[in-house]
């Protein structure tokens, strides 16, 4: 029973519109996933080679985005949630850039849009969806791909997508 009551706490958020408790909540879920899967991942990329400046971009990223939350459950959703995205997809801007490297461009800045169907207005995933088009071209524009993806990049890449897409699958269930 204690860790209802620990969801319930960590899931709260003080809004009345009932629409923006959903978003925030559904929020929310996304950011402890982002959290929970963002930590070990960004620690490991310290550990491989050239690895250390995206580690620390990822580690201080998940430590920001982990920051939004307490926008969102104070209520100030639509704000929690714009810095939320505007951090998750700065990160993977800044990675590129860093590293000069756009091989995984596609997948990273499709993890954006799918968060945005569950977390803001239709507005709102228009823009996201428009944000990360334009960005993934540019950054594919800019750093040409010169090297092979490895089966490694891509498995790493898939299945955060894949987390990503469940929470967000799962979380536009409960809101039906």
């Known amino acids: 029973m204690a860790s209802t009551g620990l969801a319930a706490t960590l899931l709260r958020v003080d809004n009345a519109d009932p629409a923006e408790r959903l978003r925030g909540r559904n929020a929310l879920v996304v950011i402890y996933g982002i959290v929970v899967m963002g930590v070990p991942a960004s620690v ?8 250390a ?35 998750f997809i700065g990160s993977f801007l800044l990675s590129v850039i860093v590293t000069q490297d756009s091989r995984l461009v596609a997948i990273y800045f499709t993890m954006p849009v799918g968060i ?33 993806i490895t089966g490694f990049e891509i498995i790493v890449a898939s299945l955060l997508l894949v987390a990503i897409a469940l929470i967000a699958s799962v979380l536009g269930l409960q809101g039906q």
Do not use: H, K, Q, Y
């Open 53 to 87: 400046a995206i580690g620390l971009i990822a580690l201080t990223a998940t430590a920001l985005i982990a920051g939004t939350a307490l926008l969102i459950r104070a209520g100030r959703v639509e704000l929690g949630v714009s810095l939320f995205f505007a951090m």
């Open 44 to 51: 490991a990329l310290f550990f491989i080679p050239n690895g």
């Open 116 to 148: 945005a169907g569950v977390t803001v207005s239709r507005r709102g995933i228009v823009i996201i969806t428009a944000v990360c088009i334009a960005l993934g071209v540019w950054a594919t524009l800019a750093f040409p791909v010169d090297t092979a």
